[in-house]
């Protein structure tokens, strides 16, 4: 089986549109984690599990993981409700490319320009600053364009990480850390007045933990035998 991780907080036009897209693809068991969306989150016959509130991005994803190991999913496709990334993209590179993680990169894009400015800086300023500490050489670690394989889903801790924004860069970060595979593939960037942004406080405060996660040790000492919490 393979599962689709669709978190969501309000922007329901713009899911039915992803619906629509992904309808195409029925080997896809479609899961959306409304988090705390007010009105709830609409769609027929697809799984929806509901935050009665907003819990934080992190949080739906520790909810889309967990759901996603129980119904034995081989392959787990995080996609962004709003839209922001193009699934036929995401979905032909898991058919192509064999890693514990895809990453979809909008860096390596042609159309990466039309990105904007400010997110491109602060994206290549951030991804950078993890390659030189940890030796590496990715394009774009902060990408909400996510492929998962369950054998690797099953080792990582992610109860123990944030439940909010941060919760990207500490999964990856603790992943690099672990010598897992991981591989990009290109993306274009898909930016309009229907795509969600990050205002500039919570923005601010991804950045701070970002560079927290890079050069803290804190993820090297998390367990992943640990239990989950519930």
């Known amino acids: 089986m393979h599962v689709a991780i669709i978190p969501c907080y309000g922007y329901q036009n713009s899911l039915d549109s992803l619906l629509a897209v992904l309808q195409e693809y ?20 697809v799984e929806i599990i509901r935050h009665p509130i907003n819990k934080g991005y992190g949080a739906a994803q520790k909810t889309g993981y967990r759901r996603a190991l129980e119904l034995k ?25 064999d890693a514990d993680i895809l990453l979809g990169s909008r860096m390596i894009h042609p159309k990466r320009k039309d990105m904007p400015y400010w997110r491109r800086a602060g994206n290549r300023f ?42 990207d860069q500490q999964l990856l970060v603790w992943a690099i850390q672990k010598g897992a595979s991981i591989q990009e593939f290109p993306i274009p960037p898909l930016y309009s007045e229907t795509i969600s942004s990050i205002d500039p406080i919570p923005s601010i405060r991804y950045g701070l933990g970002c560079l927290w996660t890079i050069y803290s040790s804190s993820l090297r000492s998390i367990d992943p035998n640990t239990p989950r919490s519930r």
């Open 126 to 167: 951030l991804t950078q600053l993890a390659n030189r500490h940890f030796r590496v050489h990715y394009t774009d670690l902060h990408t909400g364009a996510r492929i998962f394989q369950r054998s690797f889903l099953q080792t990582v801790p992610f109860e123990q990480f944030s439940d909010d924004f941060v919760f």
């Open 26 to 45: 029925p080997q896809l068991h479609l899961l959306i984690i409304d988090d705390g969306s007010q009105p709830n989150i609409r769609a027929n016959g």
């Open 73 to 97: 999913a081989q392959t787990v496709f995080l996609i962004h409700g709003d839209g922001q990334y193009s699934a036929p993209h995401m979905i032909k590179a898991s058919q192509t490319i």
